[in-house]
């Protein structure tokens, strides 16, 4: 009886684990994100689906390079807005890495990703969780598509000497982004206790050295 108990308390914690790492399914045909809208629900609130049009599912300009650039790691990203796309579980973004640029060591918390090499090649790599840390590495052509499971840290390095451009698809709406360098380093743990963190025991230098990379006193 107990261990029957004990089964099922297991089986609706793995259900119930599964069911909060994924977007929510929509009640709906379509919730075009309604941004003026000051009603806050899971996701954008919905515009009147009597006012929807064809151009709330669509978005032009992905051919180009464009978006924000990181100044320090030099990869620029276009996210690509579509309104029509709001509660449906699914981000999209063109990434440009220019030759000796990388996208760091990062992950998305909530979302699996695949991605498509439309210019360029790149070095690609996503590593498995403690304590293998195994690295799945390839280098990337156009044409080439790649799939980082959830939750994974991964990379891209443009070791080459044309410019990469890639159109990635993630599993959720809001996939979130943890880049690890600049969590451990920009963020606001103690220096004493990075320190430890990196097998330095009492000595603080070399997390100094490296926060000051980071724009930390
Ligand atoms: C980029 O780095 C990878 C991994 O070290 C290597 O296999 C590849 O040949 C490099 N590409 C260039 C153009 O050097």
């Known amino acids: 009886m107990a261990a029957v108990l004990l089964l ?23 919730c075009v994100a309604d941004t003026t809208s000051k009603v806050r629900v899971n996701g954008v609130s919905c515009k009147d689906p009597a006012a929807v049009v064809p151009g709330d599912f669509f978005f032009a300009g992905v051919d180009k390079p464009g978006g924000t650039i990181s100044k320090h790691y030099a990869f620029s990203a276009l996210p690509v807005q579509i309104p029509g796309l709001n509660t449906l579980g699914q981000s999209h973004v063109r990434v440009d890495v220019p030759p000796g640029g990388i996208f760091p060591p990062h992950y998305h918390p909530r979302a699996s990703e695949t991605a498509v090499v439309l210019e360029g090649s790149v ?7 403690y304590p293998d840390n195994r690295l799945f590495d390839k280098v990337l052509r156009k044409g ?7 939750g994974l840290v991964h990379f891209l ?8 451009a890639l159109y990635a698809t993630l599993s959720s709406q809001n ?3 943890v880049l690890l360098a600049d969590t451990l380093f920009a963020g606001a743990l103690p220096d004493d206790l990075l320190a430890k963190t990196l097998r330095s025991g009492n000595d603080n230098h070399i997390v100094e050295i490296i926060r000051r990379k980071f724009g930390r006193p």
Not at 144 to 150: C, E, G, L, W
Request: aromatic share 14%.
């Open 157 to 164: 390095y443009n070791n080459g000497t044309e410019p990469a």
């Open 175 to 177: 996939p979130g982004l």
């Open 123 to 129: 070095y690609f790599g996503f590593l498995s969780s």
């Open 144 to 150: 080439d598509v790649f799939a980082v499971p959830q």
């Open 8 to 30: 099922v308390v297991a089986l609706v914690a793995v259900g119930s684990g599964r069911g909060d790492a994924f977007d929510p399914n929509p009640l709906q045909d379509f």
